[in-house]
């Protein structure tokens, strides 16, 4: 079936370096692509997304590149902030088996440090 | 717009009480959806409802209920709660199937 894999955290940086989550999925067809953030004590929110392959998402000075031919979906940010401390899910929306589901990742907790 | 609302933020049941979740949406949202997130398992669905009336199971439906009483809301029942059903539980939404989703700020469920 279709699932995402993220690395694991946490991942732990001083602020203003450079970020990356790698996040790869299997999926049959051509599912859209999500990362998701969850600040402390709240819910998820959409960060970016992608719909097809070779789109680009971007949100924040966040991106991610919607790979096919290594079914990867990682996220960037150039110069982390003390404020980008969350857990960041990567997610694929699956229409299989009749009926739709966002499928997550595990989920990458992110410390940014002064 | 207060987007997808939720209720209670906490509560702590005892084994074999039941609880109704409450979630609303109003931002005329067609879908609905219930998670439940554990530590290192990410989100997994539990029901969701595609339009108003119609309601199916998800990946982890067993021990839980839903209805969706009208556009705008969307409960979850548990009728007998059990200790692994201890987990935070979150209310999605959105436009048509496939759709990006917005959550509520969830539930935090323990049940000794």
């Known amino acids: 079936g279709n699932s995402v894999t993220q690395m694991e955290g946490p991942v732990t940086l001083s602020e203003e370096a450079f970020l990356t989550i790698n996040c790869t999925y299997t999926?049959?067809?051509?599912?859209?692509l999500f990362w998701y953030v969850q600040y402390p004590g709240e819910g998820l929110q959409l960060l970016l997304k992608?719909?097809?392959?070779?789109d680009k998402g971007s949100n924040k000075g966040f991106e991610a590149t919607y790979r096919k031919e290594t079914t990867s979906f990682h996220l960037e940010k150039g110069s982390v902030q003390v404020s980008d401390s969350a857990v960041y899910f990567c997610?694929?929306?699956?229409?299989?088996?009749?009926?739709?589901?966002?499928?997550f990742g595990a989920g990458t907790r992110l410390a940014v440090h002064p | 717009n207060a987007g997808v609302t939720q209720t209670p933020k906490f509560q702590v049941l005892k084994t074999g009480q039941s609880m109704t979740l409450q979630c609303a949406q109003d931002?005329?949202?067609?879908?609905m959806y219930w998670y439940r997130q554990d530590p290192g398992m990410g989100l997994r669905l539990i029901y969701y409802?595609?339009?108003?009336?119609?309601?199916d199971k998800g990946e982890v439906p067993n021990g839980y209920n839903v209805s969706r009483l009208n556009k705008r809301e969307f409960s979850l029942r548990l009728e007998s709660a059990a200790p692994s059903q201890t987990s935070v539980y979150f209310c999605?939404?959105?436009?048509?199937?496939?759709?990006?989703?917005?959550f509520g700020p969830g539930t935090r469920l323990t049940v000794l």
């Open positions: 931002m005329n949202h067609n879908s």
């Open positions: 409802s595609a339009s108003e009336g119609t309601t």
């Open positions: 999926a049959t067809g051509y599912p859209s």
């Open positions: 992608a719909t097809k392959a070779d």
């Open positions: 997610a694929l929306s699956d229409l299989s088996g009749g009926y739709n589901k966002l499928i």
């Open positions: 999605a939404s959105s436009v048509y199937r496939g759709d990006e989703q917005f």
